[in-house]
């Protein structure tokens, strides 16, 4: 089942704060957050495990709930960099063999200005 | 390092024709995906292999695509006859991808090679 993202957009100003979410129907052992900037591939940000520590990208962090099968991302003293579709990604069958397949969410479209 | 490379970069072609894109994997990953992104549907997978062999090939939209992998270093993605509705971005991404339980997990980050831009007129 794909993840769900929450919200689908958000838009900030320079500086400003946000915190974008994917839940999971099923048991998450992993979640991956991946950017995708306008015209451009998406880029792998960090990974986050069952049992690991809160991670963190530059001024961006991410948590991992594995009671909620949630993880977060926050987006701290945004900058216009930031702006961009964030998707998150989570192996297709947790536990087993997956040959590295991904489910992702639909994306949240974030958007910095000036 | 160089990353997945993707070729063409765009690629416009007429309805009926043939068309044929490329991707070279990194260098020691073992699972390659075929990705289809639109803004109408978003990032779609279409098919991936490991060590060479299709896996799941569930996302390809129709008979008319098809893709192979004849060696570890490079994949190709055909479609025959083209559509209009083919326009779209193609991604290639791979990963060390593989084994089972934990050991696992941190080798399924994908990498993304830059797209195809095609257009189908």
Known sequence: ?114 | DAGVIQSPRHEVTEMGQEVTLRCKPISGHNSLFWYRQTMMRGLELLIYFNNNVPIDDSGMPEDRFSAKMPNASFSTLKIQPSEPRDSAVYFCASSHGGGSGRSFISTDTQYFGPGTRLTVL
């Open chain 1, 1 to 114: 089942q794909q993840p769900v993202q929450s919200p689908q957009a958000v838009i900030l100003r320079e500086g400003e704060d946000a915190v974008i979410n994917c839940s999971s129907s099923k048991a998450l052992y992993s979640v991956h957050w991946y950017r995708q900037k306008h015209g451009e591939a998406p880029v792998f940000l960090m990974i986050l495990l069952k049992g690991g520590e809160q991670m963190r990208h530059e001024k961006i962090s991410a948590s991992f709930n594995e009671k909620k099968q949630q993880s977060s991302l926050y987006l701290t003293a945004s900058q216009l960099s930031y702006s961009g579709t964030y998707f998150c990604g989570t192996p297709a069958n947790a536990g087993g063999t997956s040959y590295g397949k991904l489910t992702f969410g639909q994306g949240t479209i974030l958007t910095v200005h000036p």
